[in-house]
Every structure is written in C-alpha cells, then in structure tokens.
C-alpha cells in the first residue's frame, strides 16, 4: 500500500494562496506520474492538475489554469500545488493521486490513478 500524505490546505480569503504538500515514504516515487483532483461538497471529484515522473510535462484544468503551478521534488518524495488568486469556488477537499503504471504519462481521469491521499480542506472565503 502506497502512503501518501497531504498537507497545506485552510482557510484563505478570496486572492490568496495555499501550497499544498503530498509526501509519501514510498521511493518508487520518481517513476509514477502524479496528481492532484479535488472534490466540491455534492459535486463529483474533478482534476485540478497533473505532472508526469520527471516533472516536464504538465497539465491543468481550465478552471486553475493560470493560477495555479504543479511542482514536485522526486529527491525528497513530494510533490506541490501553489494555488494563487484562490476563489471562494476552489473551495473542496484536495486530494493527491499516484499514477496507476510506472512511466505512463500524466492522465486527467481519477481512473487512471491507484492510489490516494486522506485529503485536505481547502475553504477560500469571500
């Protein structure tokens, strides 16, 4: 079992910014691709973003692009979102996903990852 722990969510106010963390002890890290999705109270889990095994390829929802920047450090096991000029509609749970396949590339749907974090709450106010 993949353990993966996210950290960083809260309270902000609208045109703040939150990092979210993702560590996990698991040092096969470097070899999967990496999500981040979140999910809304009664709205369905959505992607947010994605970053592939080496960190040169990402991709991101139309509704964070611009605002927000995938990172991750595969030395240290962890992988980031900066979330810039939040708005009271990022508002939801945070979850990071680990790709279901080693070396494949970053995908968009929450069926191609295998593993996930316990979530944080990201609440931005107005």
């Known amino acids: 079992q993949v353990q993966l722990i996210e950290s960083g969510g809260g309270l902000a106010q609208a045109g703040g910014s939150l990092r979210l963390s993702c560590a996990t002890p698991?040092?096969?890290?470097?070899?999967?691709?990496m999500g981040w999705f979140r999910q809304a109270p009664g709205k369905e889990r959505e992607f947010v973003s994605a970053?592939?095994?080496?960190?040169?390829?990402?991709y991101y929802a139309d509704s964070v692009k611009g605002r927000s920047t995938i990172s991750r450090e595969n030395t240290k096991q962890t992988l980031y979102l900066q979330m810039d000029s939040l708005k009271p509609e990022d508002t939801a749970v945070y979850y990071c996903a680990r790709s279901e396949r080693s070396w494949a590339p970053p995908g968009t749907t929450s069926t191609e990852y295998a593993y996930w974090g316990q979530g944080t709450q990201v609440t931005v106010s107005s």
């Open positions: 698991d040092r096969t890290f470097r070899y999967y691709a």
């Open positions: 970053i592939s095994y080496s960190g040169d390829k990402t």
